[in-house]
């Protein structure tokens, strides 16, 4: 599949100029800006490259570990199911773990159950 790289460091670049950036908070499900990304890491989609993501940690004002969240229904050791996310079932990819930028950031979607987010903390520290 042919990316268009050009294009998403148009986007990429808008993103980067943002001053405002929003606040997120472990737990949380978020749209995000993942943009295109090389060869088997996670892409965001459509036309604005979003895709959701579970804030795993807040490590500054500006940065968060972020978990990238799918609707493949594909079985994985790496792939933790989360119920459904704005109407999809999904599951947080752990295998994606990076750590993103709040300017990423576009809406906040909801907010994941307690119990469900340790067990996939639990999960993500069981990889390490």
């Known amino acids: 599949m042919q990316k268009d790289f050009d294009r998403w460091n148009t986007e990429k670049k808008i993103i980067h100029a943002r001053v405002r950036t929003p606040f997120c908070h472990e737990r949380e499900v978020?749209?995000?800006t993942l943009g295109?990304?090389?060869g088997s890491?996670?892409?965001?989609?459509?036309v604005e490259y979003?895709?959701?993501?579970?804030?795993?940690k807040h490590l500054s004002k500006e940065t968060f570990l972020a978990v990238p969240l799918t609707t493949s229904?594909?079985?994985?050791?790496?792939?933790f199911p989360v119920g459904?996310?704005?109407?999809e079932e999904a599951q947080a990819i752990l295998s994606q773990l990076r750590v993103v930028?709040?300017?990423?950031?576009?809406?906040?979607?909801?907010?994941l159950d307690s119990r469900l987010f340790?067990?996939?903390?639990?999960?993500?520290?069981?990889?390490?």
């Open 30 to 32: 978020w749209w995000c």
């Open 36 to 38: 295109l990304n090389v």
């Open 41 to 46: 890491e996670q892409d965001g989609s459509g």
């Open 50 to 56: 979003r895709r959701p993501v579970l804030v795993l």
């Open 73 to 79: 229904v594909n079985k994985h050791p790496l792939r």
């Open 84 to 87: 459904k996310i704005d109407g």
């Open 101 to 111: 930028d709040t300017r990423r950031l576009v809406r906040k979607i909801e907010s």
């Open 118 to 128: 340790e067990n996939i903390r639990k999960a993500v520290k069981g990889m390490l």
